[in-house]
């Protein structure tokens, strides 16, 4: 018999086809619901266009809206926030989030274009606003009348209302590892555009998740660094110093992907080549419904203004049903599948045979 | 680590509660599409009062509107079509069809009626009308008037016709076996009362799933049995004679569920007390949504005029998503189970403990 885990994604796989439905509008909340049932993406062509904030935001619009409000904004020196990162010093594996700050938004919104169009860049790490808090109703709070309060067929189809509405800001360089959320998602891209790559919580078994340490990205105090950034001239956005990661010793280990599809050779399982990764690419004015634990990956390209800025909706994921239940089940399978002994052989009667 | 499956059977229980859900009204197709998506049965009270089979169905105008046309009828020694039987030569179960017949309309109700009131009744096999082939577009041709072409909710949510219509007619003896069926099943109670005992397609372990040798009632050559019935007298129904079971050896076997939740110290596998099966019972006017891939076991009583009469709207089931895949994912890992020998502890290095 084939091992059960190999058979749970291909069976899938074989009764679902490994590409994102394509809608020609928003559904309905009917529509909506029958994607929800089986749990799969689709994504609609220039469902945003009609929302202000994609007739209006632009760079400058931005600026004088959020004016000198403070922003979270993560830093990272490869655009790895919340990431797995190798410790060279044990060759362990760390989950590491990013430096944060506080900064004026200009400020914040300057470093992002600046490294889109600094071809002399030096010294910059990588910023990223994308603090996943329903940070629009709050940080953004002066932009959010520019998006809709809900997206309706979701509103209408769940019962319930979006628990986080979440503005994402930044450049090329920033990539969001894979991972995986309790949220039904609707996510808008308003400028510049992502790449997203989908595997459904089936593929558990392939993404080689590891219970990891947990650090975050810190200035190295010995370098001296000023904490004011942006004064070495305009393509110097060495402010912050050389950032290393400092290990949290006393944060609860979490489950991480440590599998990337992008290097399916890297950290495989004996499951990963089964995995039939989704792509989608959403461009500015695409919506994507990315359904409740499914894992994501998502590269961006920045748009004209030398940024990219998207926007989703979260709403509450469903425990109900067998679902959870079913893919926590796989989960066990899957360690005690780890743990198992290569026992030998074993003859009727308990004789040990050759193995 | 608890083993799998029984995380499995109890994580469903923790996040679903051990009760089917009573809605005051038919749903609308997406507050239907809300149940099909978590996969849970509902029941509707008084939902097909307006039904002109509701208010017509008794069995006088039954008896007028079918005359003569010839139905088919299970016949069986106990009431147990489609049913598990204890072969006692060997102690092998085989899984067993009812004997069929044919008979004029008027004499099957006579049967099923007389069953009801002779509290005399001699040489009385049991009866049930339960062909399961859309027979009320078929055979029962000239009742289907009487009932929706479909329900609506369910059409306009599933985004299909009713597959098949069925209906039901049988007395208190007659019982459905535990199994389930590839349908979303909106199930109507025109006449008489049923007790379902629903389990969740999760609950798989539990109903010790074999592979059957299959078999059929068939009357006793011997036995010398008129093969035409009511020629005994108002409560004498010995038209048969003897039924005995013939196995069919060329037919396939099946996996058919052995574990019976009425007897649920009998038959059982490590999980069965695991199980919490669901109860209902629809009375005349009630309706069930017994969704895709449950197990059901059927009990009724007779209404006033001395018998059991239901509808129900078969829709094809969506095999996209993970439910189909991770049921049978669950099925592997509990024939895994089955087959894995008790191996004795295992130091690590392969050393051999005592078990
Ligand atoms: O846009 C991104 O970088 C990541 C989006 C994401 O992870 C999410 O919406 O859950
Ligand atoms: O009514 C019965 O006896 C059984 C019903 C059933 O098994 C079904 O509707 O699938």
Partial sequence: ???????????????????????????????????????????????????????????????????????????????????????????????????????????????????????????????YAQTQNDNLRHEYASLSPDVPTDVPFARIALGQKADAINLWIGDDRSTTALHKDNYENIYCQVRGEKDFVLLSPVEMPCVNEQVLARGRYVPVPSAGAATTSDDGGDCDDSGIGELEVQLDVDAERVPVATWDPDEPEKRTTAWSHLAKPLRVTLREGDMLYLPCFWYHKVNQRVGDEGFVCAVNYWYDCSFEGSSFASHSFARDVYLAEQRRPEYPELKVGGETEGA
């Fill in 1 to 127: 018999m084939t091992d059960p885990l190999t058979n749970l994604v291909k069976t899938y796989h074989e009764l679902n086809a490994a590409v994102v439905h394509e809608l020609d509008e928003q559904p309905s909340a009917l529509e909506f619901m029958r994607h929800v049932a089986v749990n799969r993406p689709f994504v609609v062509r220039q469902a945003i266009r009609d929302w202000p904030a994609f007739q209006k935001w632009d760079a400058n619009y931005l600026r004088q809206v959020m004016g000198r409000e403070e922003v979270k904004v993560a830093i990272t020196p490869l655009g790895n926030a919340d990431a797995v990162v190798e410790n060279k010093k044990d060759d362990t594996l760390v989950f590491v989030e990013p430096h944060e700050i506080f900064e004026p938004f200009g400020e914040f919104l300057d470093s992002i274009q600046r490294s889109s169009f600094c071809t002399t860049l030096t010294g910059g790490h990588v910023k």
